[in-house]
């Protein structure tokens, strides 16, 4: 199964553009790239989700390079209400629609007045 | 909106007690999830569903069984509790596909059981 790393912390100002990286040396050909952020007390929530290339939304883009060994969540000019965890997830496919999702251990992003 | 509602927000229990976490879901997906956060440590996955009846054991099974008997409901059960079961629980689901048809890795969590084992 893709085990999942990323950085313990990160700080930003408002107004800046931040980039946090996930790698998962051994995605397998079938695994999407999701990001969730958290906030104290509450469940995760989905942000953003890719498979190649680049994707982008309202929320943030999500850069996979060609080997998909790593995947970057950027978030263009912060706020302060985007202090939070973010957590890349990259699924597996055991048999038929079981899927094992597992989570990296996550990143605290604390973005600074 | 989706909605996985967690039966208990805070939970106290004794050592050696059996635990019950209960968690339901409204839109009719396939797969559900129950995960366990610490400090430091983030989200394992204890087990899985993928239908009804069906479990996958997930990071870390241990102390932990689960039941599936409907497509709504998913319950974490701890046979005899212990004070390192002391977690945040957290239940999330999940449809198999998208709206466009697509797979989907979009999970839809609760909002967490605090659970205390004394």
């Known amino acids: 199964l893709a085990k999942t790393t990323q950085p313990i912390s990160m700080d930003s100002y408002e107004g800046q553009e931040v980039n946090i990286t996930c790698s998962h040396n051994n995605i397998a050909t079938n695994d999407y790239i999701t990001w969730y952020q958290q906030f104290p007390s509450q469940g995760p929530r989905f942000i953003i989700q890719?498979?190649?290339t680049k994707v982008t939304n309202e929320v943030a883009s999500l850069f996979i390079p060609a080997d998909r060994k790593s995947s970057t969540l950027s978030l263009p000019r912060v706020s302060l209400s985007d202090t939070a965890v973010y957590y890349c997830l990259v699924g597996a496919l055991l048999s038929g629609s079981a899927r094992q999702l597992t989570f990296g251990s996550g990143t605290q992003l604390t973005v600074l007045p | 909106d989706v909605k996985v509602t967690q039966s208990s927000r805070y939970l106290v229990k004794r050592t050696g007690e059996k635990v019950f976490l209960e968690c339901v879901q409204d839109m009719d997906h396939e797969n559900m999830f129950w995960y366990r956060q610490d400090p430091g440590l983030g989200l394992r996955l204890i087990y899985f569903s993928y239908d009804v009846k069906m479990k996958e054991k997930g990071d870390i099974p241990e102390g932990y069984s689960v039941s599936r008997e409907k497509k709504e409901r998913f319950s974490l059960i701890l046979e005899s509790a212990s004070t390192n079961q002391t977690s945040m629980y957290l239940c999330a689901s999940r449809p198999n596909r998208d709206r466009e048809g697509g797979t989907n890795e979009k999970l839809f969590f609760g909002s967490g059981t605090q659970l205390s084992v004394l």
């Open positions: 890719g498979y190649k």
